[in-house]
């Protein structure tokens, strides 16, 4: 990136009075000029905690939504208005009210990777780094898990206690990396450590060292001894491991560990934000309302 970029980037936040947030899959020139970098869970508790009155978020449309949904006082401008995660979209209202009507005492619990809609037909939403926590804290023993199947059934592998219902929704991403590639990788780097996130599906999981979600892939690996890392999810999080990790070596597991989505958010295009403050992020106040409960109980759940 070049020097004249940055420049006008930070001369337009001082102006605007804002920050920017970006999420570990996005482009490396992107987290690098980022003034927060995190996974969701840890940019949905950093949304409530800034002071400046602009949030320019790159990521995905629902964290976008997240943030607004936490800060109604604040402008949160998106990076790129067409970055959304088709995962969001896998779950729909009558689902929920199915499973409600046949299981009245059922908690529906909210992967954060939904639209706002979602989350406020929900009871409590969670990320991948604190979802087994938060269940097992609830009351509820019947649990409706929306919208991610294989996060949901890596949740109650640990929770043989809860009875869970799982929906059909998934990333395509993580679904797409395979047991047979992973088992080629460690086949080529066998001093290698796999590590895993949890929407991977249970068969990678299961030849995985150490199953997390981004951030807590990142801690593992920097705390590890070992020099080599097989990483089973998107390829953005390479940045930051190579950054914290200079003298370790962290391979994929194939070409297809790649959101396009994320990928779509450019420097310039975080110029465009601050320089235009749009696109903004606009909800409905009822569903805004709503939405905040599950949102602010996975927070203080989840402490």
């Known amino acids: 990136m070049n020097q004249e970029l940055k420049e006008r980037i930070k001369q337009m936040k001082e102006e605007k009075d804002a920050i920017i947030l970006a999420h570990y899959y996005v482009d490396g020139q992107v987290q690098e000029i980022a003034d927060f970098v995190g996974d969701s869970y840890f940019l949905a508790e950093k949304a409530t905690k800034v002071s400046a009155s602009v949030i320019i978020f790159c990521g995905v449309s629902f964290m976008g939504e997240s943030a607004k949904i936490l800060n109604p006082g604040k402008r949160v401008v998106m990076a790129d208005q067409y970055a959304d995660c088709p995962m969001a979209h896998m779950v729909d209202l009558e689902s929920i009210q199915e499973v409600r009507t046949a299981c009245p005492d059922v908690a529906v619990v909210c992967y954060v990777n939904s639209t706002a809609q979602i989350k406020a037909a929900s009871d409590v939403c969670v990320t991948s780094s604190n979802a087994v926590k938060i269940v097992d804290n609830l009351p509820n023993k019947n649990i409706f898990f929306i919208p991610d199947n294989n996060l949901g059934r890596y949740v109650a592998k640990q929770l043989p206690d809860?009875?869970?219902?799982?929906?059909?929704?998934?990333?395509?991403?993580?679904?797409?990396?395979?047991?047979?590639?992973?088992?080629?990788?460690?086949?080529?780097?066998?001093?290698?450590?796999v590590l895993a996130h949890p929407e991977c599906t249970e068969d990678v999981l299961l030849e995985a060292d150490f199953v997390g979600s981004t951030s807590q892939i990142i801690d593992f690996a920097s705390a590890s001894d070992c020099k080599e890392f097989i990483i089973c999810t998107e390829m953005g999080i390479f940045y930051e491991l190579q950054m914290k990790n200079p003298n370790k070596k962290f391979y994929s597991v194939g070409h297809r560990q790649f959101c396009p989505n994320m990928k779509r958010i450019k420097p310039e295009s975080v110029l465009h934000a601050l320089e235009s403050l749009e696109p903004e992020v606009e909800l409905e106040e009822e569903i805004r309302v709503r939405a905040s409960v599950p949102l602010q109980r996975m927070l203080e759940l989840a402490k």
């Open 162 to 193: 809860k009875n869970f219902i799982f929906h059909d929704g998934f990333c395509h991403v993580h679904k797409s990396i395979h047991k047979e590639e992973v088992l080629r990788a460690k086949e080529a780097k066998p001093g290698a450590l």
